[in-house]
Structure formats: C-alpha cells, structure tokens
C-alpha cells in the first residue's frame, strides 16, 4: 500500500470514528490499539469501519488534497 493511500485510510477511518496509527518503513501496516477490554460489538464496529475507510479509499472518495495537511512523513 503506498503512502498516500495509507494516510487516506487513516484519515478516513478517523473520520468514521477509529484512530489508526501508521507504523513501518514503506508504510504498509496500519496499528489499531483498542481499550484493553472491549465487546464482541465493538470489535466489529472497528473492523467495518476499517472495511469502510479501506473501500471509500479504493473508490475514490478521499482525495491527495484532504490528507496533504496531514502528510508529515
């Protein structure tokens, strides 16, 4: 996955209410660190959500100008 399309994820699923961290050199893995306890519900909250960033990402739908701000690697 490159870069950008990596902090397009992020930032959607942010947007969608999860918060994901980039971690490795060629920006390849994406770390979701969850509370220490959570429900089976929320666990698939997170996973669509992440389902949902990763496919509005492939669709088009968040651009290179809505994460420039953000691009700070």
């Known amino acids: 996955m490159p870069v950008t399309t990596t902090a397009k994820v992020i930032y959607r699923a ?9 971690v490795g050199m060629r920006g390849n ?3 979701l660190t969850p ?4 429900s ?3 666990v698939q909250e997170g996973v ?3 389902d ?10 968040v651009s290179d100008a809505d994460v ?4 700070m690697w």
């Open 14 to 22: 942010y947007q969608l209410g999860a918060v994901l961290f980039y």
């Open 29 to 31: 893995v994406l770390e």
């Open 35 to 38: 509370p220490l306890t959570m």
């Open 40 to 42: 089976a519900d929320e």
């Open 48 to 50: 669509d959500i992440l």
């Open 52 to 61: 949902r960033a990763m496919s509005d990402v492939a669709r088009g739908r």
């Open 68 to 71: 420039a701000p953000f691009m």
